[in-house]
């Protein structure tokens, strides 16, 4: 398990991450989420040991990540490069070696994984003759390659086609299942949605909402309804605070706040028209975001620190 | 396999194998067996020489002439006696040796009435010097021996005699002092080729690394100042195989171009060829590390050149200074100057391969060089750190300043 402890750090006067503290178990995705900014990178390189915390820690099963430790750790950073004229299969071999792997054990796994991911046709190719795509292919394989108990992705999905993303998908699932702890941050909520259990949302250093995805859903204190649009939605009026959200759907999502139930707002519907479709929906990870994230932090938003 | 070494390796190898190296290697093979063919030494001294003289005549009026053609480009100061031969008498030599003049030049007429010459330089004497002096004889020797005489005495006076027995217990022989001379400022080229090239070779390789984003995974696995052991090693040991091609091709074509009659290249001293090495090492770590550091707070390739500007401009100097050396290695100004890091690796090498320089000297320059390098690798881990995962603008000196005071 990979805890982090209570970590801050800042850049001169810049607070870059305060107090932060989370953990990511084996067997599980943690996704840790914020606008650009918010200090989702110095937390990796902090955990990666890149970075020194100015207080608190970072260990993985007990013991303070070191040098030693960290090389088990893999690693897809976001901003992604590989040596452009050296052949991809020994560029993996050189990662793979540099994460400790005898010679024969990464070949063979390079070529396992080549499978996998459909590349088998590229081994003799340079990332030059590559696609984008096959090039981040090949970064992802770099990262898992060593088969490291941490797996730490940053924006993993970007720059893959919805094919691709589905690969990667499957691949960081099988992993998951295999037991390695995987921490995920993205900009892209669905796949967070779909991959996590657990979410960590950080908004200007500080870390704002963090848990178990489907505790926090189950504990919002807002309702979401989902039903079919009528002619005229005035019903709604009479519920102080309750608004559907402009769309031009057939279905109308509504929020409702806290203290409005649901019951009531279905009866109020079924006397004002054809009611169709009337479901209680939980937040989307989108919606909590959105409530956490407030628009004008993400537009403050700076490239982040190093 | 150490991670220093798999780094070290992969820099090696990608290297040797890309066609910039391999090319590289060729052209400078072919330079190599180029510059072989032509005259390997005298025509690349350039400059003339004002070398003082203590001239020897055997009649009044030869004297006068001879002085008076040498005059022009020598420091010429007669000596109140006559020559019975082309012998030195000791306390001119004593005088040569102990520096009042560069040389004693002794006009003699042999048993047939030719004038003939012996020359005793005491600083490793120049081909491109004798050579600008048999020129100037020349006029003298035919005004007193060619007039109105047969063509055999012609022939014979355009073919004067002129020995050359340098007085500095270095050099046995004329050749090989001016052998040595020419291939010290040969290896002294290589040096400057080598320090120059091989240090850009290091600042390039980290800025490749930061652009193409290759350091962001690399950075997961392995420490900043690993990357910096495992490329200025990988790099060192390219540069040490090239320079290794060269020189077999230099003995190779030397040695079968028949050069090797009148180029006795087994003459050089083993002794140049360590300090060659050393010096070597000592220059190449000296920039390499500096390069690297710079090449670390740089993100673009045109940032690094200009910020390698400045430590070219010291090579620069070095080598010069060198240049200078080779003519008086023993100038006090050079003296000190070649204690100096950065300096020294060209400076001291030219200094010790043309002149009996004291233990004290090259000890005191390799230990300076060494600090330096020991400072400038921790100065440049750190620089490292701060700088590696940087892009976007470059550091201003404030924030170099705070990325070095800070802890590692």
């Given at each position: 398990m990979l805890e982090v402890n209570h970590v801050s750090k800042a850049f001169r006067n810049v607070k870059?991450?305060?107090?932060l503290s989370f953990y990511a178990r084996e067997g599980r995705v943690i996704g840790l989420l914020g606008p650009n900014g918010a200090g989702k990178t110095t937390t990796i390189r902090m955990i990666l040991d890149i970075l020194q915390p100015d207080s608190g820690e970072v260990r993985w099963n007990g013991r303070r990540v070191d040098a030693q430790l960290r090389q088990t750790f893999g690693y897809l950073p976001e901003e992604r490069g590989l040596y452009?004229?050296?052949?991809i299969t020994e560029q993996l071999l050189f990662f793979g070696r540099l994460h400790g792997m005898e010679v024969a054990d990464a070949r063979q796994r390079i070529a396992a994984l080549f499978e996998t991911f459909n590349l088998t046709d590229k081994l003799k190719s340079t990332p030059v003759e590559l696609s984008k795509g096959n090039q981040q292919k090949v970064q992802f394989i770099a990262a898992i390659l060593h088969r490291p108990p941490l797996l730490i992705l940053d924006e993993p999905f970007s720059g893959f086609d919805p094919i691709n993303v589905e690969v990667v998908k499957d691949a960081v699932r099988r992993l998951v299942a295999e037991g390695a702890a995987v921490v995920l941050s993205s900009h892209r909520m669905e796949q967070v949605e779909e991959l996590c259990e657990d979410i960590c949302i950080i908004d200007r250093s500080y870390p704002v909402v963090k848990g178990n995805l489907r505790e926090i859903k189950q504990s919002w204190p807002d309702r979401f309804v989902r039903m079919t649009r009528l002619a005229s939605m005035s019903f709604l009026d009479q519920f102080p605070g309750v608004v559907a959200q402009p769309s031009t759907d057939s279905v109308a999502e509504i929020k409702l706040p806290p203290g409005t139930r649901p019951a009531d707002v279905l009866r109020a519907a079924v006397s004002a028209g054809p009611v169709d479709l009337f479901e209680v929906v939980e937040p989307s990870l989108n919606d909590i975001y959105l409530h956490y994230v407030k628009p004008e932090d993400a537009a403050a938003g700076k490239d982040e620190a190093p | 396999m150490n991670t220093v070494a798999i780094l070290a390796t992969r820099e090696y190898l990608e290297r040797a194998k890309s066609r910039g190296f391999i090319i590289g290697t060729i052209i400078g093979i072919l330079g190599i067996v180029a510059i072989s063919f032509i005259?390997?030494?005298?025509?690349f001294l350039a400059g003339q020489l004002t070398t003082s003289i203590a001239l020897v005549g055997p009649d009044a009026k030869t004297t006068k002439m001879l002085d008076e053609a040498l005059r022009e480009d020598h420091k010429v100061t007669v000596q109140p006696y006559q020559s019975r031969g082309p012998g030195i008498r000791p306390e001119l030599k004593k005088q040569v040796v102990s520096g009042q003049y560069d040389a004693a030049l002794i006009a003699y007429r042999d048993a047939e009435g030719s004038l003939g010459f012996a020359y005793y330089p005491v600083?490793?004497?120049?081909l491109e010097d004798q050579q600008t002096l048999r020129r100037r004889l020349l006029q003298p020797v035919i005004a007193t021996d060619f007039k109105g005489t047969s063509a055999l005495k012609a022939e014979h006076a355009l073919n004067f005699a002129f020995f050359t027995t340098n007085?500095?217990?270095?050099?046995?022989?004329a050749a090989e002092a001016g052998l040595a001379q020419g291939l010290v400022y040969f290896l002294l080229l290589l040096l400057y080729i080598a320090v120059i090239m091989y240090g850009i070779w290091v600042g390039q390789g980290v800025i490749e690394e930061k652009s193409n984003r290759v350091m962001e995974i690399m950075i997961g696995a392995v420490r900043p100042g690993q990357l910096l052991a495992g490329k200025i090693i990988g790099i060192g040991a390219l540069a040490l195989t090239q320079m290794a091609a060269f020189a077999l091709t230099a003995l190779t074509v030397l040695l079968l171009a028949g050069h090797g009659a009148s180029l006795?290249?087994?003459?050089?001293p083993v002794s140049t060829i360590i300090y060659l090495l050393v010096f070597f090492f000592l220059g190449f770590f000296s920039y390499a590390t500096m390069f690297a550091g710079i090449g670390a707070l740089a993100s673009k390739a045109e940032d690094v050149q200009q910020s390698n500007g400045l430590s070219v401009w010291v090579i620069v100097v070095a080598y010069m200074l060198s240049i200078f050396a080779l003519q008086d290695p023993d100038k006090p100004f050079l003296v000190w100057a070649s204690l100096v890091p950065l300096i020294s690796p060209m400076l001291m090498f030219t200094r010790v391969a043309t002149s009996t320089v004291p233990m004290w000297q090259i000890g005191t320059a390799i230990g300076l060089s060494l600090a330096f390098i020991w400072v400038a690798t921790l100065l440049a881990a750190k620089l490292y750190r701060v700088g590696v995962l940087m892009y976007g603008k470059p550091l201003s000196p404030k924030e170099i300043v705070r990325a070095l005071r800070a802890p590692s």
């Open positions: 870059a991450v305060s107090d452009p004229k050296m052949k | 005259s390997l030494i005298g025509s600083k490793s004497a120049s007085l500095n217990p270095r050099y046995k022989t006795p290249i087994s003459t050089v």
